[in-house]
């Protein structure tokens, strides 16, 4: 398991509906995030928040593939008086939720937001689960070191708090690796599983590299081989992983625009040699489902395809041997800790 803590995520319903104008905040946190419809954008712009300095995300379908997401990252002294241009502009009729994030001590200044707008590109364009509409790439880092390490701290917090609102594209994809190992470098080389691929070696990895408590799954089939780790609720296909090229009329749609999406960002490239794809990165799926579809391009049960490698189980199997455990230790005295029993 990584090394992550609890939050504790206020939301409240501004107007009593679960799709309406929405805020959000953490617990002990500076930030505010006001999460609104295109509907309500007269009620939006009368807030009080919107006329702060702040980044701002329009979010809505791709034109160009309705089942992905497109986004739109800005960034104002009034917030409010961008969004009501953007609302004119032919070229942004995408959008169809605003996401204004803006502080509650009113200490974000310009240099902030141009420095969080700048961030937020690269991490949507890194992590690949949205197009961005965005023509340039700011590249924004003229703060205090001190100013720095707050903003990214602040990231850190929004990545928490908006994919609970529906923003998953901003969701980082868990460190698989050992980062404090000192046989890190040895763990993990750069010998790829595949060859050198556009230029990018992917990693093979080492069983003993993988964030300690994390299983690692293999799955075969047609000719595919495919390893992932399942973490923080999500499954890492891992880089070197292969993915068939054709696509199944079967293939949930959702999985088919990832999979092209993860094509335009280069991280699912065809393999030299082959008629298959290679992952050349490390790639965060929903589900075990959804990580085999994406590996084989049709529909699959992704609990009977992957396998525990150390112990041979499908995932189905594992799994309902952990929930069995936990049913044993509910019925353990008083006195054994939960965690104790599962460890043995």
């Known amino acids: 398991m990584s090394n992550l803590t609890g939050r504790t995520i206020k939301l409240f319903l ?15 946190w500076t930030g505010h995030v006001l999460f609104a419809p295109r509907s309500s954008i007269t009620a939006l712009l009368a807030r009080p928040e919107v006329r702060k300095t702040g980044a701002y995300l329009l979010i809505g379908p791709d034109p160009q593939d309705a089942d992905q997401t497109m986004v739109y990252v800005g960034e104002g002294d009034n917030v409010g008086i961008r969004i009501s241009s953007h609302n004119k502009d032919p ?43 965005n023509r340039s790439d700011p590249d924004f880092d003229l703060l205090p070191e001190s100013d720095l390490a707050d903003m990214d701290d602040f990231i850190a ?11 998953d594209f901003v969701r980082p994809t868990p460190r698989v690796r050992q980062t404090k190992s000192t046989d890190h470098d040895k763990a993990v080389t750069t010998s790829p599983v595949g060859d050198e691929i556009n230029g990018v070696q992917v990693p093979k990895y080492s069983p003993d590299s993988f964030v300690k408590g994390n299983p690692e799954f293999r799955m075969s089939a047609g000719g595919l081989q ?47 040699g082959s008629n298959n794809l290679r992952f050349t990165e490390d790639v965060a799926f929903t589900s075990p489902s959804a990580a085999a579809q994406a590996v084989m391009g049709t529909s699959r049960n992704g609990r009977t395809d992957w396998i525990n490698i150390a112990t041979n189980e499908t995932y189905a199997e594992w799994q309902d041997r952990l929930v069995s455990r936990v049913g044993e230790v509910s019925t353990a005295a008083p006195s054994e800790s939960p965690s104790t029993a599962l460890d043995q």
């Open 14 to 28: 501004v107007d009593g509906v679960p799709d309406g104008i929405r805020t959000a905040e953490i617990m002990s």
């Open 157 to 167: 917090r929004l990545q928490t708090l908006l994919p609970v609102l529906g923003a």
């Open 226 to 272: 495919a390893r992932a780790v399942e973490m923080d609720g999500q499954m890492i296909i891992l880089a070197g992983s292969d993915a068939r090229t054709e696509e199944a009329p079967s293939l949930a749609s959702n999985v088919r625009a990832y999979r092209e999406q993860l094509r335009r960002a280069g991280k699912l490239h065809r393999a030299e």
């Open 91 to 133: 070229e942004k009729a995408f959008w169809e939720h605003a996401c204004v994030i803006t502080s509650k001590d009113l200490n974000l200044t310009k240099a902030h937001v141009r420095y969080l707008e700048s961030k937020l590109i690269k991490i949507i364009d890194r992590e690949g689960r949205a197009t961005l509409a």
